[in-house]
C-alpha cells in the first residue's frame, strides 16, 4: 500500500510508481469516484479531445493546413461521390 502525505493546502503529490501504474502522464487528468464508507476510486480520466485538437495533431505532419470549411467541402464531395 502507498501512503500519500497532504499539506496544509489539502493537495497531495502522487509519486512517479503510483502515475505509472494507472497509465498517467503529465498533464493528464485523473477521475475520482467517492464510494460509501471513506472510500474512492482513482482512474485515469478518459481524455476530452475535440475535432481542433485532432486538426492540430494533422497540422503538424504537413506544411498546408485545411480550413475546417475546405474539411468540410472535402467530406461533402466524398459522399457525394465526386472526386
Known amino acids: 500500500m502507498t501512503t500519500l502525505t497532504v499539506t496544509t493546502r489539502g493537495q497531495v503529490t502522487f509519486r512517479k ?3 505509472q501504474h494507472l497509465g498517467i502522464e503529465a498533464g493528464e487528468k485523473i ?6 464508507g471513506g472510500r474512492a476510486v ?7 479531445g475535440s475535432i ?4 492540430g495533431l ?3 505532419r504537413k506544411k498546408k493546413v485545411a480550413t475546417l470549411d475546405e474539411i468540410d467541402a472535402a467530406a461533402a464531395s466524398g ?3 465526386e472526386k
Open 52 to 55: 481542433r485538437d485532432f486538426i
Open 42 to 48: 482513482l482512474t485515469a480520466a478518459p481524455p476530452a
Open 31 to 36: 477521475a475520482l469516484d467517492l464510494l460509501p
Open 17 to 19: 510508481d503510483v502515475l
Open 58 to 60: 494533422l497540422a503538424k
Open 79 to 81: 459522399w457525394a461521390g
